[in-house]
């Protein structure tokens, strides 16, 4: 029953969330087509002449990077990136790039969340618009009541790497790779894994459970965005009573 429970959980959180997601993915897609290429050997001037009503997506910034990894945002900064392997991706792979941006990596030392998208001119990439989001409001993205926020919800992409996760449960924060050997051991039971692994590759939901250290439950569902993956964690306990009231 409890599985049962979680799994129609599971699946409604993986659509809300993977729809926030592709909001705010759209939305620099918008910023992208309002940019006038005509002014891009200004960039300073083409970011200050978007003029893009906001939908209601909440930012802390976008702007312009340049083929040399200089950014121009939308609040008059000009700085030099300090993760060019990032913007290279971008620029390589010529689609959306996504990260989690440290504070040392960030324009003014907050840990933040940024979008890419190239934009082309005369089928040339030498710009790439970006958009920012603080921490706070990526979380936002993850709003649940089911558990009165006693969960913990990571972002993986198909490969189990951790894009994104909330600290709502000491000790669930640094998880580099759902598929590692550490958490094969610790973690989910390395016996479930071969399972978890085939659900993503045939873009199912699931759940799992655990009992080694606490007693949680661990379900997952595709966001349907990007390849991503929403994991949450749940202590048995908030489990057993929610489906009690």
Same mark, same amino acid.
């Given at each position: 029953?409890?599985?049962?429970f979680l799994?129609e959980?599971?699946?409604k959180?993986?659509e $809300?969330v993977?729809?926030k997601?592709?909001e705010?993915?759209?939305?620099l897609?918008?910023l992208?087509? @309002?940019?006038?290429?005509?002014l891009? #050997?200004n960039?300073?001037?083409?970011v200050?002449? %978007?003029d893009l009503?906001?939908t +209601?997506v909440?930012?802390?910034?976008y702007?312009?990077?340049? *083929?040399d $990894?200089?950014?121009?945002t939308s609040? &008059?900064i000009?700085a030099?990136v ?7 991706k971008?620029f390589?792979?010529r689609?959306l790039t996504?990260?989690?941006?440290s ?5 003014d030392g907050d840990?933040v969340? %940024? ?5 082309y001119? /005369?089928n ?5 618009m970006?958009?920012v989001f603080t921490? @706070?409001?990526?979380t936002? /993205? ?5 558990? /009165?926020?006693?969960?913990a919800?990571y972002i993986v992409?198909?490969d189990?790497?951790?894009?994104f996760?909330?600290n709502?449960r000491? &000790?669930y ?6 598929? *590692?050997?550490n958490m094969q051991e610790?973690?989910?039971k390395?016996e479930?894994?071969?399972q978890?692994r085939? #659900?993503?590759?045939n873009?199912?939901s +699931?759940?799992?459970f *655990?009992?080694k250290?606490? #007693?949680?439950?661990?379900?997952? $569902?595709?966001?349907?965005f ?6 949450s964690v749940v202590p048995?306990s908030e489990?057993? $009573?929610?489906?009690?009231?």
């Amino acid at each position: 029953q409890s599985r049962d429970f979680l799994q129609e959980i599971s699946e409604k959180n993986g659509e $809300a969330v993977g729809f926030k997601f592709r909001e705010q993915a759209s939305y620099l897609t918008d910023l992208v087509s @309002e940019v006038d290429t005509d002014l891009l #050997d200004n960039p300073a001037e083409a970011v200050k002449e %978007i003029d893009l009503i906001n939908t +209601g997506v909440k930012y802390k910034r976008y702007g312009i990077i340049t *083929s040399d $990894a200089t950014a121009y945002t939308s609040d &008059g900064i000009v700085a030099q990136v300090v993760n060019k392997e990032l913007v290279a991706k971008c620029f390589e792979s010529r689609k959306l790039t996504v990260s989690t941006l440290s504070a040392d990596e960030s324009l003014d030392g907050d840990e933040v969340f %940024i979008m890419m998208r190239p934009i082309y001119k /005369n089928n040339q990439i030498n710009h790439v618009m970006y958009v920012v989001f603080t921490i @706070e409001q990526i979380t936002e /993205n993850f709003k649940s009541d089911a558990f /009165n926020s006693n969960e913990a919800f990571y972002i993986v992409d198909i490969d189990g790497n951790n894009i994104f996760s909330t600290n709502k449960r000491e &000790g669930y924060r640094n998880i580099d790779n759902v598929f *590692s050997e550490n958490m094969q051991e610790e973690k989910y039971k390395g016996e479930r894994i071969p399972q978890i692994r085939e #659900d993503m590759e045939n873009g199912e939901s +699931g759940v799992t459970f *655990s009992s080694k250290n606490s #007693d949680f439950y661990l379900y997952y $569902a595709p966001l349907h965005f990007n390849d991503w993956y929403l994991f949450s964690v749940v202590p048995a306990s908030e489990v057993t $009573a929610r489906r009690n009231t």
